[in-house]
C-alpha cells in the first residue's frame, strides 16, 4: 500500500495527490491553514499544484487568532 503520514495518521497515498485534494480527502475546511510536506511550507496559491510524494510526512495545522 502506498502512503503518507498526515498529522501522525496513515492515509493512503496516490500518484498526483495534491495539497488540495488531500485536505478534501481529510474534510480539513478551516479557512487557516499551514501545511508542510516533508518539512517545506507550500503556500495556499499552490496548494493545487504541489503533488505530495509517496511516503510524504505532511503536517496540517490550524492557525488560531482572537483577541
Excluded at 4 to 24: C, G, P, Y
Excluded at 45 to 56: M, R, S, T, V
Amino acid at each position: 500500500m502506498n502512503k503518507i503520514t498526515v498529522n501522525d495518521n496513515i492515509v493512503e497515498w496516490h500518484e498526483n495527490l495534491t495539497v488540495t485534494e488531500l485536505l478534501k480527502i481529510m474534510k480539513y475546511t478551516f479557512p487557516m491553514l499551514i501545511v508542510k510536506v516533508d518539512g517545506e511550507i507550500v503556500k495556499k496559491n499552490q496548494y493545487g499544484l504541489f503533488l505530495i510524494p509517496d511516503d510524504a510526512d505532511v503536517k496540517v495545522i490550524h492557525l488560531m487568532s482572537g483577541g
